[in-house]
């Protein structure tokens, strides 16, 4: 893997460059950082005269309380950091110099760690490389700054600017530059940031990449985004549905095949989309296999507040060319640009597994040579269920609850994601359901208390 040095220059990492730089820069901490399975990152702190030893042994640790790791019976796995995964953070992140690596999981054996959700990520990528492919992704991370009271956080936005505004209302400009400066010493190129459309909203977008240096990406824009905010004396959420009444936040991610000669294997000149057989039945595959996939892609509670008509969010299982009311979009761009837009995911997921199912589903249809159905290039909101109906349009799950039900059903998901992480995801997030669905609301206690 190539990893940026500062802003313009390109330099592999391993084991001997990556000591000379720490010790030329006089690194003083690095962090070695992994994820859980609800995409929490984690990481252990060794001062600089430790690194040496962690690159060629891996460093020991308690996995007994990392959610989806391990019991306490079997509690012991050992985190080895990947050279190539090396940056410097920047100042603006860190007090003092600070390295960042990220790691592989590994039982006490040697054996690669089955609950390690970068694993799982690295399996399909290989098996996707294995077909002559290369799978790029390119997510949308939209994001809300609320403002501060002391150190409690609130939901008051910080502003009340709209969709792209040029405005004196756009209080968030100097933050999302920020942002952006940040991201760039640690090489991921932002290309836009802007205002979104709801009160306080927030979106920064880099440039596509392979699945996994994406799914870093995700991780590392999430962490310097709340470090920037609170700098500022913000709050960055990344909760799906954060404010009644106004849009949600979602990840809208941008997916492509590649050959490995750098051809777009979506792109067909010949055809009267310009998609080619494999996009097709890529296409085709995420409209099967999605109910199953919102356990994974939407894993809150709060993710399907979000799903809900009038929002912008999809909420109907359909395609289209550039219909943003449609579960899958197909922007204008052709040629090495053609990809195909799916529009459910939010920034609560976990992004190594989010790309692992999305890619599964996809890989799935091109296998079995799914047919894709005619888009809809209609406003399905506008549309009555006998028209929907007509369509062949179904919805996605409507709650935590219902996705999790049929994700429990799904071979797919489960081949997928290995039967610990599989098992795990579902106990965590069945146990979060219930928590909810125990709770009496306001809402209820406004609506139902007085009258009945």
């Not at 952006?180 to 802007?194: K, M, N, R």
Request: net charge negative.
């Amino acid at each position: 893997m190539r990893e940026l040095l500062g802003k313009d220059t390109v330099k592999s990492w391993d084991k001997e460059s990556v000591i000379t730089m720490v010790r030329d820069t006089k690194v003083l901490f690095v962090r070695l950082q992994f994820i859980d399975i609800l995409g929490v990152p984690k990481n252990i702190v060794i001062p600089v005269c430790g690194l040496e030893s962690a690159l060629d042994e891996g460093v020991p640790f308690d996995a007994s309380s990392i959610a989806g790791y391990a019991t306490i019976e079997e509690s012991d796995k050992l985190a080895k950091p990947d050279p190539a995964s090396f940056v410097i953070l920047p100042e603006s992140v860190e007090q003092r110099k600070t390295a960042k690596l990220n790691c592989d999981i590994f039982e006490p054996n040697g054996k690669r760690f089955e609950g390690d959700v970068k694993y799982i990520l690295e399996k399909m990528v290989e098996k996707t490389a294995k077909l002559g492919y290369i799978y790029n992704t390119g997510p949308e991370c939209e994001f809300f700054l609320f403002k501060k009271n002391g150190e409690d956080s609130t939901v008051t936005p910080n502003d009340t600017a709209g969709y792209f505004d040029l405005s004196h209302r756009d209080l968030a400009e100097g933050v999302r530059a920020d942002i952006s400066l940040a991201l760039e010493e640690v090489g991921i190129q932002p290309y836009t940031a802007h205002h979104e459309c709801a009160d306080g909203q927030q979106e920064i977008n880099f440039h596509y990449a392979d699945a996994i240096t994406t799914a870093d990406r995700v991780i590392t824009l999430k962490y310097i985004t709340k470090v920037i905010a609170t700098k500022h004396n913000l709050h960055a959420s990344f909760m799906p549905k954060p404010l009644y009444g106004q849009c949600g936040s979602g990840m809208h991610t941008h997916q492509s095949l590649f050959t490995i000669d750098g051809t777009n294997a979506f792109h067909d000149p010949n055809d009267k989309n310009e998609l080619s057989p494999v996009a097709y039945h890529f296409i085709a595959g995420l409209l099967k296999y999605i109910k199953e996939l919102s356990g994974v892609l939407n894993p809150t509670v709060n993710s399907y507040k979000r799903l809900v008509p009038g929002y912008e969010a999809p909420t109907y299982i359909s395609w289209a060319n550039q219909n943003r009311s449609a579960l899958i979009r197909i922007p204008s761009k052709r040629g090495k640009g053609t990809r195909c837009e799916l529009r459910n995911p939010d920034v609560s997921c976990n992004p190594y597994l989010a790309f692992s199912v999305m890619l599964a589903a996809g890989l799935k249809g091109i296998e079995d040579k799914l047919e894709a159905p005619a888009p809809v290039e209609k406003n399905i909101y506008a549309l009555s269920e006998e028209e929907r109906q007509k369509y062949g349009i179904e919805q996605l799950p409507e709650s935590l609850g219902h996705a999790l039900a049929v994700m429990s059903k799904s071979q797919l998901v489960r081949e997928t994601l290995g039967d610990h992480i599989f098992e795990n995801l579902l106990h965590v997030k069945r146990k979060e359901w219930d928590a909810y669905r125990l709770q009496v609301t306001e809402w209820e206690l406004k609506n139902y208390l007085p009258v009945l």
